[in-house]
């Protein structure tokens, strides 16, 4: 029997309350949150009220892609550049090449655990506010 760690309800809700009540103190930049497993289901989603429809599905897709990949969505960006590729390459219509998304990784084992996206904001604000909620989770 194998034993797998995984992302608990305690700590997807300690990311996201972190991570709105630092998004609602500019409530006329609304952003979309989106936190997968491993795997890229969905485990937690929340949007400010007035976020564009774009920023919702991104932040899916952000999170979605760097959990499937292992790593943070500007780094999968970047190593698809690098050898010339793009998303289209990997079919999968799901993965995008966008910074916004950290990956959440077992302290430990270096497993990856699931991830987080965000959308709405310049993307090296996605990032960071994705960041805050991974380190809420205390990984």
């Known amino acids: ?15 996201m309350d972190a991570m709105l009540d630092k998004a609602t103190q500019e409530p006329h ?22 976020c564009r ?3 919702q599905t991104f932040a899916v897709r952000k999170a979605y892609t760097a959990a499937l990949a ?3 969505s500007a780094a999968y960006a970047a190593r698809l550049q ?4 793009t998303v289209a390459d990997m079919g999968n219509p799901n993965l995008v090449a966008a910074q916004g998304a950290v990956v959440a990784l077992h302290p ?3 497993a990856v655990l699931g991830a987080i996206g965000v959308s709405g904001l310049a993307a090296q604000e996605d ?8 380190q809420t989770m205390g990984l």
């Open 53 to 55: 429809t774009n920023p």
């Open 108 to 110: 430990d084992s270096g």
């Open 70 to 72: 292992g790593q943070d």
């Open 1 to 15: 029997m194998y034993d797998k760690p995984m992302l608990s309800l305690e700590q997807t809700r300690k990311a």
């Open 29 to 50: 930049r609304p952003v979309a949150i989106a936190i997968v497993d491993d795997g890229g289901n969905l485990l937690s989603y929340a949007r400010m009220d007035g």
């Open 82 to 85: 690098s050898q010339g590729r």
């Open 127 to 134: 990032e960071d506010l994705a960041r805050l909620g991974v």
